[in-house]
């Protein structure tokens, strides 16, 4: 995969530009474009009370709203010049009741960075799921963990392998990152490698990938266990397959990709 048009989906204030910071890297890195993107929706106490909240009210919580956008759009742009990426970059106010859902729009780019998705009921609309990006957009995600700082972009990355379709796209979108990085470990949650181990990995060496393959069992919840490697490891970078199931039952249940992305401390690329 070619990374030349890459999307910074704002996440949240907690974010502290993380996510554009890594954004800009990646955009610099590979010579690309970069799109800055806010989704601009309405309040949660707007859309669940919309009959009961007095006009002034939601008139309030708009402006506010629109304040933020504004802040957010500030922001990016004096990143990106800083950067000197003024003359490759552009930012989005996308409003989803006028100019369609997020996913929608990022299926015309190469790649989606953001932050950890807020539920604070303040800005919970505001902020990017990366879950349903990746699910509804077909386009891989990069998630960047709130505060995460680094000089570079990661030299060891540590692909969550389970054989499954998920894990399969992910490892394919990934390729082009994996081929730079000089260290890649595959990692298998159980209690022997997969079945197809030796296609696997003879895969990965015709792309140059000199990777190495170690099976862990699992301690804890698989997601933990992929985070204990990652550590262990000292990988930056980790990469994996985004929940396998129905959008329904991963509300319900969540999903080992939702607790990497919520208690990672180094960023995860998603495909699903």
Request: aromatic fraction near 4%; hydrophobic fraction near 40%.
């Amino acid at each position: 995969m070619t990374i030349k048009n890459i999307l910074a989906a704002y996440s949240s204030e907690d974010a502290h530009g993380s996510g554009v910071k890594h954004a800009i890297k990646l955009a610099q890195h590979h010579d690309a474009w970069l799109t800055g993107i806010m989704r601009h929706g309405r309040h949660a106490l707007e859309q669940r009370f919309l009959a009961e909240i007095h006009d002034m009210i939601a008139d309030q919580l708009r402006e506010a709203d629109e304040k933020r956008v504004q802040d957010v759009s500030d922001r990016f742009l004096q990143m990106v010049q800083e950067a000197g990426l003024q003359d490759r970059s552009e930012f989005v106010d996308l409003d989803p009741d006028n100019d369609g859902p997020l996913s929608d729009y990022a299926r015309n780019f190469d790649l989606v960075v953001t932050g950890v998705h807020s539920h604070d009921i303040g800005e919970a609309h505001l902020s990017a799921n990366p879950d349903l990006i990746a699910l509804r957009s077909g386009r891989p995600v990069i998630v960047v963990p709130n505060d995460y700082e680094s000089e570079g972009l990661a030299e060891h990355a540590l692909v969550a392998w389970d054989g499954k379709r998920s894990s399969a796209r992910a490892l394919g979108d990934a390729m082009s990152i994996l081929e730079e990085k000089p260290k890649v470990t595959i990692m298998t949650v159980g209690t022997m490698p997969t079945a197809d181990k030796e296609l696997l990995m003879r895969n990965l060496k015709r792309h140059g990938i000199d990777a190495t393959y170690r099976v862990d069992h699992r301690r804890g919840s698989i997601a933990q266990t992929i985070l204990r490697v990652a550590d262990e490891v000292s990988a930056k970078l980790v990469v994996m397959g985004a929940f396998e199931h129905s959008k329904f039952a991963h509300t319900l249940m969540g999903g080992v990709s939702t607790d990497v992305i919520n208690q990672a401390n180094v960023p995860v690329f998603l495909s699903h």
